[in-house]
């Protein structure tokens, strides 16, 4: 049973734990706690290969180093920093409820958390902008510093995400047993959760609904002028639209996965008696945002089938080098064997052929 922002719900947190024991419900409580732990298990695990498997595919292949792929691998990158710094913890505490660390691992690691929900929203808003900018042909992301202006918005990205998660450094704070990203009160705790919704949820949201919008008026304004380019052009032009079409598939699961993760601790924030009245809130709350970092780069494979040839290309570039090395290696090993002993095993010639056995 996880706690409103993760680690805490409240007093009231204590008095739960200890009603399942009293009520004899071990049993249950176990089991429903063990399926928690493997399906967090199992998403990091999916989120891991799938983003991993997304930035060797791009760092690997021509084909993907291109200028519109930065911000999509910064994005990949966000989900698995939030994956490694999330997930752990929350595994530690469905196993022990109550935070065990210092102040500064408290710290840090609300910080590191703020910072990759931060990369992976800005950077999900920053491709939108740049899709509506490629797709309305605008001057700015044109000419030969194409590449330059992505890697400056990825580092951009980065800047306002540790700028923005910053102050929780000074705000999270242990509380008896409890972890909390800002000290426990209620007027600090409307503010905080205010503030983080609008930061890391509506406002960006708002942005990519906006970029939408003029991306599909581009589109349907678009078509007729395209009609009349040549082969090379509509082409190109589609290829542009695919990478739009998964940039908004993944915008929509991101508005539909950290909703809950933003909603349900500012309703408690600002009426305290709605805490924990059931066990779904709290597994949804916990498990929305990494399920969406998890699904994330399968969209992408799911989308794209460029991206899925060159992941078949990497992995099976990376079998043959390790039969290639195994077969070298037995080359060498038999290298070294006497001569001695190879006409030993020669069969001799008067015996029956091969072919007639």
């Known amino acids: 049973m996880a706690e409103i922002d993760i680690f805490s719900l409240g007093d009231n ?20 706690f063990i399926v928690q732990i493997i399906f967090i298990a199992f998403l990091m695990l999916m989120g891991t290969l799938g983003n991993l498997s997304l930035l060797v595919s791009v760092c690997s292949s021509p084909r993907l180093r291109n200028p519109a792929n930065i ?11 939030y994956l490694f710094v999330a997930a752990p913890f929350y595994i530690e505490h469905v196993i022990h409820p109550y935070w065990q660390y210092p102040e500064l691992l408290c710290k840090l690691r609300h910080f590191g958390q703020l910072t990759a929900q931060g990369i992976c929203v800005y950077s ?26 992505r890697v400056m918005a990825t580092v951009f990205v980065w800047i306002i995400s540790v700028i923005v998660s ?12 409890r972890c909390l990203p800002y000290p426990y009160d209620n007027h600090m705790t409307k503010i905080y959760e205010c503030v983080r919704f609008a930061l890391y949820y509506a406002l960006p949201l708002t942005a990519i609904c906006c970029c939408y919008v003029l991306i599909a008026n581009t589109l349907l304004t678009s078509t007729g002028h395209f009609r009349q380019e040549s082969q090379p052009g509509v082409q190109h032009f589609r290829a542009r639209k695919r990478l739009a079409l998964i940039v908004v598939v993944i915008a929509f699961f991101f508005g539909i996965f950290w909703f809950p993760y933003h909603l349900i601790p500012l309703i408690v924030a600002f009426n305290p008696n709605a805490t924990a009245s059931s066990d779904a809130y709290h597994v949804i709350y916990s498990l929305a945002a990494l399920t969406n970092s998890a699904l994330n780069p399968w969209i992408v494979y799911i989308m794209s089938s460029t991206h899925r040839a060159v992941l078949m290309e990497v992995f099976f570039r990376r079998l043959r080098q390790r039969q290639t090395s195994t077969i070298n290696c037995k080359t060498k090993t038999d290298e070294f064997v006497p001569l001695k002993k190879i006409k030993q095993y020669t069969p001799d010639s008067k015996l029956t052929s091969v072919s007639s056995i």
């Open 13 to 32: 947190y204590t008095s739960i734990y200890e009603g399942i024991f009293e009520n004899n419900d071990f049993l249950q409580f176990e089991t429903k």
């Open 71 to 81: 911000l999509l691998t910064n994005l990949a990158l966000g989900d698995l920093i």
């Open 124 to 149: 999900l808003t920053a491709l939108s902008a740049e899709r509506y900018m490629v797709l309305a042909g605008q001057t700015i992301m044109r000419g030969r510093n194409n590449k330059y202006r």
């Open 166 to 177: 910053l102050p929780v450094i000074f705000l999270a704070n242990l509380k008896e047993v």
